[in-house]
């Protein structure tokens, strides 16, 4: 039988974050942090292979993303206080030390987390977003980075931008999804479909800052799954990213995958966190 994947609400502050759990307390903890525009379901196909390992996995539908937890302001999106979040997460689910996952916008907090607090994480995996300061750089200094993240600038700039990407059936929205299946495309458009939901995401862009570039080091065990037909992260930012790991390094590079590697490869990205849990 599957290891059953169940819905829990958890409380951090005034906020309340939706979660997607498997395992639980007394087990190895690991937190795997969604991006953009996606939810806690990128995570479902490798969840239950972190529990047929004995972990206890907690995957948690972010700020903005959970309706519990979507503040008005748009400075409550700064990338400082998504990094709290997942330390106020792990706080409250008492655990001390945790494993930590992360994709897209989850990698790049994932990366500020482990960065900031190397005591707490015991090791990171992060996919598709390399470490902040590799993709600064390349931003800065390789123009098919620039080309890549070119719609940074249009997102910050439009105020109504999450109703051009809902229009029209939410045909734009739609589009940046490539080839994943319809009904998951269906889940993630439906819960970014809700009232405000888009909007609130989209605040993690209109709250960046330059800073986001100058993260300092990671000292902590860490892994890089990155794949040469990602649309949004070129070869420059992927392949300079061990510069800024100050400890056991390994980069996985796929053939071939789109940008949602955990959706498309969720067997790979399993194995590469458990390459941390069990070790």
Known sequence: MAPQITSAPVRVGDLTFDTLQVG????????????????SATWSGVLPALAEAGCWAVAPDQRGYSPGARPEAVE???TDRLADDVIGLVDALD??????VGHDWGASVAWLVASTHPDRVASLTAVSVPHLGSYGRAVHEDPEQRRMSAYYAEFRRKPDMAEILLADD???LREVYGELPGDLVETYVR????????DAALHWYRAMSGSL???QKVTVPTTFIWSDADA?????????????????????ELEGVSHWVPELRPHVVAAEILRHVLA
Not at 191 to 198: I, K, M, R, S
Not at 232 to 249: N, Q, S, T
């Open 24 to 39: 639980g307390p007394g087990s190895v903890p690991v937190v795997l942090l969604h991006g953009f525009p996606a939810t």
């Open 76 to 78: 409550e999106y700064a």
């Open 191 to 198: 819960h970014l479909g809700e009232p405000g939901a888009l």
């Open 95 to 100: 655990a001390s030390t945790f494993h930590l």
């Open 170 to 172: 939410a045909r734009r």
């Open 232 to 252: 949004f992260i070129g070869p420059v930012a992927a392949h300079g990213c061990g510069e800024f790991v100050d400890a056991d390094f390994r980069y996985v």
């Open 213 to 215: 570039g100058a993260t």
